[in-house]
């Protein structure tokens, strides 16, 4: 943001070549997308992270009653959202207009707060459980 405006690739071009047309204008196009692909990495490897979690607590529901009951609930939902959420992750890695890459981007980060929490509270569950089991 430039004092208080948003700043995109394309209006960074034509300041540059306002203000100084020979020079290259990939600069600030580089450092746009740099920060695009570190964000979309970043939403990738918090999917992969989230699925992996997902994985650990369904083997860990064989032997858990009360984490069985929590993932017959709630397992449906945060399935289907981890899958919209690898959708949106792949649309990402796509070329997209910087719109609806932004937009992509917020709900991603959004689904990945929801999910943190609901697995969180699930897993928090389940080691409640073991303690009292030892």
Known sequence: M???YKTS???GR???AMFRPNEPVTMLEQSTNNADS???ENISA???LLWRTLLELQRLEVNNARLH???SNAGYAIRQRLDMLSGITESLKLAQPPVR???LGQRAKALIRQLAGDLEEISLEAEHD???IT
């Open 2 to 4: 430039v004092n208080g």
């Open 46 to 48: 918090a999917t992969d």
């Open 9 to 11: 690739a394309t209006a």
């Open 101 to 103: 890459a932004r937009a």
């Open 38 to 40: 570190t964000e979309i």
């Open 69 to 71: 009951l929590a993932m």
């Open 14 to 16: 034509i300041l540059a």
């Open 130 to 132: 073991f303690e009292s």
